[in-house]
């Protein structure tokens, strides 16, 4: 059995090929594993027990009352009971599609498994890599932060990394790393061939740049940016998002991008 350091890589990984050493393990959280899976047995089990006391009421009024409160006799319970059904539904079937899920990362690519099998993908087959960060906040305090990131292949293959995998944050940072290179190798090389890219929302070419349906000449723009999960075009004599916006999580391949629209205009992350 492989392992990195001290840790062992399990053995649905002992079939990867071709990758190099692997460099890193990130398994799905124990929470979003056992904990799903025990908080929502213990939803269903209650079902059960609100359905078998709902019965019980129901013959007891109805003893008491006439088949005229059955109606009201049965609602509650009823409601209760499938409230519960769905909650503890939607978390057993969460902790069956995390049960198997890790990321083994290697010097050459990176290895995923879920309930579906293994995929195995070198970093330069990664085409489209979207990033998806929300902040929550109530009240205006910060209560936590939701992070996306998706990797995805020319034939549509297609690898989505989130919350439910310890040290996310750090996981999707090495990623977005690994994949900049050759994203930016590529974009790099399509508009010196003089193509036009088309990035989500966004496009760009040697003449300038597309946002939805609005064009901008580079000799129009005086920065691009990010601002407030949106990147955003700042014209000249205009301020910001006095051009146009595409949100982030809509755009991949962003940092390729801006690298390359930072060698012609500047580019600002706010």
Known sequence: MQSIGSTPIPERFSSVMGLGAPTALYPAKNSARWGY?????LLLAGTALTVLYG??????QTDKHGPAVFQDTITPPACIAGLMFLFGAVLAFSAIQNWNRAVVLYEKGLAYTDRKGLQAWRWEEVSLFFIAITRHYSYGIRTGTTYVYTLRKMDGSQIRLDNAFAKIQELGGVVQQKVFPAQYERLAQALKNGQTVTLG???LNNQGLTI???NFPWTDVEQ???QRGFVSIKKKDGGWFSGATASVASVPNLEAMLAVVDQIVKVKAG
């Open 37 to 41: 899976a025990i908080f929502g047995l």
């Open 55 to 60: 019965i019980y009421e129901v013959i007891v």
């Open 201 to 203: 929302t966004v496009g």
């Open 212 to 214: 939805g349906k609005k």
């Open 224 to 226: 691009v940016g990010i």
